[in-house]
């Protein structure tokens, strides 16, 4: 329910275009990408880069898996940005004030923060993240 009410505020912000058409159902699995997290972070990550599939779309949606030790490093936003936490543990910053998150924890973080998010402990940080874009991309 969380995860459809951010894909509805992401698209309500999105600016106005012709559908694409018929919806689509996205597989995971097909958009599995083993990487180093972004904005010079650390350690490795699993990326599920779900949205790129889509044509035509307004905002993206993301899972990433964040294995241990690893970091999305600190990065200044153009846009509000949801990180919801499917398991495991980590610290989020935000414009210096850093926060740990579990499972079921939202940080809704705001245009021209600060962010970053980190994993702690023994078990991957499994995230959620969803932003618009600025046009609509393909």
């Known amino acids: 329910m969380l995860i459809a009410a951010l894909m509805v505020a992401a698209l309500q912000t ?6 694409a058409g018929t919806g689509l159902v996205i597989r995971e699995a097909d958009t599995m990408v083993r990487q180093v997290p972004p904005h010079n972070g650390t350690g490795m ?3 599920y880069r779900i949205s790129d599939v889509a044509p035509n779309r ?3 949606f993301r899972k990433r898996v964040m294995h241990p030790g690893s970091s999305i ?3 200044v936003i153009a846009h509000d940005e949801v990180y919801y936490v499917v398991s495991g543990q980590g610290d989020v910053i935000s414009d210096g004030v850093t926060t740990r998150m579990g499972p079921g ?4 973080l705001y245009d021209g923060g600060n962010v970053g998010i980190t994993q702690v402990g023994d078990e991957d940080l499994v995230l959620i993240i969803s932003y618009p874009l600025a046009e609509r991309r393909d």
């Open 14 to 19: 999105a600016p106005a275009s012709p559908p």
């Open 45 to 47: 990550s699993t990326a």
């Open 58 to 60: 307004a905002m993206e």
């Open 73 to 75: 490093g600190l990065h």
């Open 105 to 108: 924890d939202t940080a809704y």
